[in-house]
């Protein structure tokens, strides 16, 4: 029994050490940085304020479009919290946007020389066409990934592509494509509309946009259901004659101002270098966006309400960014990207961290960044120590569709947290169930509690490994990634073969 007991001591006392061996590379003073990760652990605990200031604005605002009167109210909601928590340098950064708002929609679905119509319940996607009326016979396209829309490239031109947002079928190494990417390959191929089959059972519309670009698509993407999806697969399988679809819709587009709301804490010793904290706070219309961001934007306004609150002073500027325009097309984070280009700002933002439905993470993602994976490492072992109930399942993998990806872009270091949301609660994503009862408070907690002691980290190193990328290094970091594909679909592969 001693051996037993006293073999493991012994691994844990060399494995402490390693680790602040490791530590100290990175920062002067590790106990310090311990100290901070254990004071952050306790403030969040006892007193945040993430799941208390969602549910009431969930109430008082409701949906957050950007562009809407909801929109405006978010922005002000989000500038006053931030205020009251004792930021002086809040402010809004204000960007021009196209603000595409529903209206109607329609869709009919008969069989060739019939007048046998099944209407069937539709949303539509956005940036959808101000106006469409349009009639085609449908074509199934399965999965919609690049491969499928190639083996029917002779059957597609003038039809109405029936296409999976989820994949039903998954193939094994296959990388689903977004609804987004979908549309823009029908209409690369010469399709008249779009019809997306939402995979979530119980009859859930999903809405969300249907653009690369943020702009207007010259055709029109609409979704319906799982169940409706079925039965018309299955009456495309009965029918002899080829089934004819008619959507009629209309929608309202127009140019407005949009802002994303900024607060910042100014760095102890290197306050030209910043990191940016940022999530956004636009959600869509059909509910009230509490996962779709609701919980990462709320839990990045209490990890200011915590770093204030605590008084922390990290060695480098922290910028707490509430993005709008996320949904319809990463707006807010490509103005901020493009306002710190046209400044010569970008070196300037030594690391991005973004927190899109980031929910009770168990680990960190170093997003292919190789330099950073020990850095990385040696952080979330620190936060398993001041926190045992933390996983530290590190992970090095990129992604896009969110607003770290114009960061990425342009070769500023990016990091995400691994976290985890119940079935249920993910069926419900861009959909009208959406709402406060999906959120769990406690969960909710751990997101600003870890990414909190992940923010400090980064903001307090006297040494961030990883360094903005040059063009070529983006360039071929991409590559190495495997966005190189879903980037050209999008048409945003800047860079000529």
Known sequence: MHRTFYVPRFRLVLFCIGTAGILTAFYTNVISLEKAFLRINEEVTKNSRAYETLSDASQRVGHRLTGS?????????????????GFKDVRYEPFEVEAWTRDTVTLSVVPNRSDNFRDVQVVSLAHSPVEAHVKG???DVGNGLEGDFA??????????????????APTKGARNLHRSEKTALAIQYGASGVIMVNLVPGNVLLTGTASVTGKLISIPSVCISYESGQALRLWMQEEVSPLQAVIDMTNTSRKIKARNVIATLKGSKYPDEKIVVGGHLDSWDLAT???????GSFAIMDIARTFKALKLKPKRTIEFVLFMGEEQGLLGSRA???????????DKVRYMLNLDMTNDPNGLNAFGRSDMVSFLTTVGETMKRTEPAFANQMQNQAGLHSDHQPFMLEGVPVVGMNGHLDRSVLDCYHANCDRINLVNADQLKNTVRYAGMLLYALADADDIPARRQTDSQTRDFLVAQGLRTPLQIANEWRWKE
């Open 137 to 139: 016979e449908i074509v």
């Open 336 to 346: 901020m990207v493009g306002n710190l280009r046209k400044k010569g700002q970008l």
């Open 69 to 85: 009167p909801n929109g405006t109210r978010a922005e002000t909601y989000a500038f006053d919290l931030l205020s009251s928590y």
């Open 289 to 295: 966006g509490a996962i779709d961001n609701g919980i």
């Open 151 to 168: 083996a029917l490239k002779d059957k597609l031109k003038g039809k109405i592509a029936l296409v999976n947002i989820g994949l039903a």
